[in-house]
């Protein structure tokens, strides 16, 4: 079929009121665009109409995407840093370079060296600089190695212990290497004046931030006026005990530390740590001229019109996407980064011209007079360009929640949020570091290709082989979507960028003609009826996002899959359907809260403390046992799964849908740019799809009558069984109760988890005592199959992100709330855009980001003491006071003057 008017194949004749659409669309292009956008559309139209056909005009598009997809994916480098207290490095030099070896380091900072030839390390260390600083005493001293392929200069420094560095780049990059002994002679302040606007401290500081006190409060006082956020590991750093005493500080960047948990003779773990840095390689940039997309496929929706065939429903679909894909990559421009420059004025732009025209005429005559008039001149330009990026600031801040800001949050969210979900390298069976893109998606892909393959399951099964249930809803239907349900759909969903397999985003729909979606109205409901998706909604696109470490192996990973754009609007209007069908049912229990609208997590929190405070109150000893699924979404039985919502009442009609949506599915892994190999997928739900949460909680939504004897409590796959020893006997009769019950709901536990293919993650899986009396239960507790693995009894455990302690106190949480905010407080006074900062900028960086860990603390604001209150008032005070710069001020003075709620009048 022919894409031009004037092409025989397609038209006997020329119609006149194609030529009279053809000028019609010049003219609007003329009228509504500039003149660059004006000759792209004038040049897809020539190329559209001078093709043959789609395949041919489709050919011609390709070449131009894959300039587009050829692009760098990365802006940015990585430094990898190695912090060791090596306790003498004369007896663990070797185990450096094992690590070195394994990790291929770009830096280390090795603290407590002793006293140590350094010419033999030189010679040991070839491929490194050596910075060397001694120590007070034998034991002291901090060597920093740097690779000789980055540009360093050292900092002259006195201090004993203290080495400075800086590396040169686009940002300059400073480095202190700090090791702080009980006895040492400095303070902190002594090293104020070596930190800079873009710096890490790297040290063993002999100071637990959250259980060291005074200790701690005078270092983070210290780190708070210097604007330094601190970045500790998640797991204690020492193996003489569980604190953590070696972490870094930061300012200006983003950092993720992990401890390396492999063999040590030291009694420090060595930390592992990843900083990212602005690439200085020569970067290209692409910007896709939406405005001529947008016109081009209203031009061309006749087409598409015509050619829409549901009967043929892969081709059409398949040639469609690929049509967007490769027309967006028709409009793509593609320029050099190195020669952006940010817009400014007309005015300015002249004036800075004229002042540069004034310098060269300076240049050639040597004139004085004139040197001193450009003098004048520049500071005026430099004067009326902050004032420019003030008020560019300020609009930002204005307009921040509509849609022409979205680059204020774009920037302040990758400053603010913490960055461990990305990956930097996997660690391969053998221990070693892979960080090569293209061998990090082979490893991933080998590891999930067999981890979705299809568990054995033992048949008959009472989910698959029971005889069916004949219920009254048997025959209900899909109901039918109108067209605007579908534009409410379309409007209401978020516009990411982020793209799906075929290499499109949410974020075209802000530009794709409306007409269109009458189409996919169509298929909309033509898949609902018939039970048939077209095969490119079940390919994916899947990240990788680490759970912990930003170096781990493939295990360690959470993927992430990004469905086809149009199918996540099918799966939104699905999931109404379907949670309509389950509310009119009654098939979810209260107890379940996650993924519910009405259903708050800190409800479900307010609900469980309720639950244990009740029985407390009757002074029987309680155990809450937390269970963890293994990969609960990722584990999803297909088969299962249809044949238990079967037996709910779930119409045919509904499972035929969800069958199809599920089975057949194959994905690929893309890290930074690079693919691995397509593979099948054949359990589990994809994680980023709106309908998986929901079809989890519903194939698991008796799992609370199946655990009797306990109280449950459900957050998607969250788990909390609490039970109770009986009332009316005495303590010790209680404990031998409780001990029973624990044993029976391990039983039902372990026979639902087979049952339902969910396997349950041991090593995560915890049970805490809480009683009136003091200690723990006398006797263990495990399950009654495989490796009979006792479950550990702990004090504390992180429950629906809040730490419940055993005897119910809330000071570890509020410390590590407190930590937390005074963290952000220091990425707020060191973050600013086109180099500026203010106070509206940082009150509007603490609202967004600050007050919602405040706000995390309001359901349990009540629970606390008086004194506990009153701190957590004053303290927020204080942050905020902090933020604004305002110390100063005290605190009524403030709330006075700047018209500021109590944190009490906020909860």
């Not at 240049?363 to 902050?386: D, G, Q």
């Not at 989910?463 to 239907?477: G, H, K, L, Q, R």
Request: some cysteine; proline content about 3%; hydrophobic content about 40%.
């Amino acid at each position: 079929m022919s894409l031009s008017p004037y092409a025989i194949p397609f038209f006997s004749s020329v119609p006149p009121s194609k030529l009279s659409k053809r000028n019609f669309y010049l003219c609007k292009a003329k009228d509504s665009l500039s003149h660059f956008d004006v000759n792209l559309f004038y040049n897809i139209l020539e190329e559209w109409e001078s093709c043959q056909n789609l395949h041919s005009c489709l050919s011609l598009w390709q070449e131009f995407s894959s300039t587009s997809d050829e692009l760098p994916s990365m802006s940015s480098t990585s430094l990898h840093v190695l912090l060791f207290n090596v306790r003498g490095l004369d007896l663990r030099w070797q185990e450096v370079l094992l690590l070195i070896s394994a990790f291929k380091f770009d830096a280390l900072i090795l603290v407590e060296t002793g006293e140590f030839d350094i010419s033999f390390h030189q010679k040991i260390f070839k491929d490194y600089r050596l910075l060397y600083q001694k120590g007070e005493n034998r034991n002291g001293g901090v060597l920093i190695l740097i690779k000789e392929s980055f540009s360093i200069s050292r900092v002259s420094c006195s201090i004993p212990n203290i080495c400075v560095v800086d590396i040169k780049g686009e940002d300059n990059l400073r480095i202190i290497g700090v090791y702080a002994p009980d006895s040492k002679s400095w303070s902190w302040d002594d090293l104020s004046a070596f930190v800079s606007s873009k710096c890490v401290i790297y040290g063993d500081f002999n100071v637990d931030i959250m259980d060291d006190g005074k200790k701690a409060d005078t270092l983070l006082h210290w780190a708070d006026d210097q604007s330094l956020a601190h970045v500790v590991p998640n797991s204690h750093t020492s193996l003489r005990s569980n604190r953590v005493i070696d972490y870094a500080f930061i300012k200006g960047l983003n950092l993720d530390i992990q401890v390396y948990n492999g063999n040590t003779t030291s009694d420090h773990l060595p930390i592992l740590s990843v900083i990212s840095l602005n690439s200085s390689q020569y970067k290209l940039g692409k910007n896709i001229h939406w405005k001529v997309f947008s016109l081009f496929s209203e031009y061309i929706f006749s087409f598409w019109e015509e050619n829409w065939n549901l009967s043929s429903i892969d081709i059409t679909y398949n040639n469609y996407i690929r049509f967007l894909y490769l027309l967006s990559g028709r409009c793509t421009i593609v320029f050099n980064l190195n020669k952006y420059r940010s817009a400014l004025p007309v005015e300015i732009r002249s004036f800075l011209s004229y002042i540069r025209a004034l310098s060269f005429r300076q240049l050639r005559t040597k004139c004085s007079t004139l040197r001193k008039e450009v003098c004048f001149l520049k500071k005026i330009a430099k004067n009326e360009l902050n004032i420019f990026y003030a008020t560019q600031l300020d609009n930002l801040i204005r307009l921040r929640n509509s849609s022409s800001s979205s680059s204020f949050w774009y920037r302040s969210k990758r400053f603010f949020k913490p960055s461990s979900s990305s990956l930097y390298g996997f660690i391969d069976t053998s221990g070693q570091i892979v960080k090569e893109c293209d061998r990090m998606c082979n490893l991933a892909a080998d590891y999930y290709e067999n981890f979705f393959k299809a568990s054995t399951i033992f048949r008959p099964h009472p989910y698959t082989d029971s005889p069916p249930t004949v219920f009254d809803n048997i025959s209900e239907s899909i109901p039918e979507v109108t067209l605007d349900e579908l534009l409410n759909t379309v409007i209401s969903k978020k516009k990411k960028k982020s793209l799906d397999a075929h290499g499109l985003s949410n974020h075209m729909f802000n530009f794709l003609d409306l007409n269109y979606w009458s189409l996919l109205l169509n298929l909309y409901n033509h898949s609902f009826q018939k039970s048939i998706l077209p095969s490119a909604w079940k390919d994916t696109r899947m990240i990788l996002l680490a759970k912990k470490d930003s170096i781990c192996p493939p295990s360690l990973t959470r993927p992430i899959s990004l469905l086809d754009s149009f199918q996540k609007i099918g799966e939104k209007l699905f999931l109404t359907r379907f949670c309509d069908l389950l509310a009119r049912r009654g098939l979810l229990s209260d107890s379940q809260s996650g993924f519910r609208e009405h259903f708050r997590l800190q409800t479900r929190l307010l609900l469980f403390l309720e639950d244990i405070y009740s029985l407390m109150s009757n002074s029987a000893p309680v155990c809450t046992v937390f269970v963890d699924f293994r990969a609960a979404f990722d584990q999803l039985w297909y088969l299962g799964c249809i044949g238990k919502l079967r037996n709910l009442g779930i119409p045919s009609s509904y499972l035929n849908w969800i069958e199809a949506w599920l089975i057949n599915r194959r994905c690929y892994i893309e890290i930074n740019g690079c693919k691995s190999r397509w593979f099948s997928i054949e359990k589990g739900g994809p994680q980023g799809s709106v309908l998986t949460p929901t079809l989890f909680i519903t194939y698991n939504c008796d799992m609370n009558i199946s655990l009797s004897g306990c109280i449950s409590h459900f957050f998607a796959d969250d788990l909390a069984g609490i039970l109770a020893g009986q009332l009316g006997i005495k303590y010790s009769s209680q404990c031998l109760d409780l001990e029973k019950r624990i044993k029976t709901f391990l039983d039902c536990l372990e026979y639902y988890s087979c049952l339902t293919d969910q396997p349950i993650n041991l090593n995560k899986t915890e049970a805490m005592f809480t009683a009136r009396a003091i200690g723990l239960p006398s006797f263990d507790i495990h399950f009654s199959h495989g490796k009979k693995e006792s479950i550990n009894w702990v004090s504390e455990y992180k429950y629906l992100g809040y730490i419940i302690s055993s005897k119910l106190g809330w000071s570890k949480f509020l410390k590590h709330m407190m930590t937390k905010i005074r963290q952000r407080i220091s990425l707020i006074k060191s973050f600013k855009i086109f180099g500026c900062s203010s106070t509206l900028l940082r009150k509007t960086l603490f609202m967004s980001f600050v007050l919602p860990l405040f706000t995390w603390i309001y359901p349990i604001f009540p629970l606390l003491s008086r004194k506990q209150q009153q701190d957590l008032s004053h303290f927020y005070y204080t942050s905020l006071r902090r933020a604004l710069c305002c110390l100063q001020w005290n605190e009524n003075f403030f709330a006075f003057a700047l018209d500021e709620k109590s944190l009490e009048d906020r909860c």
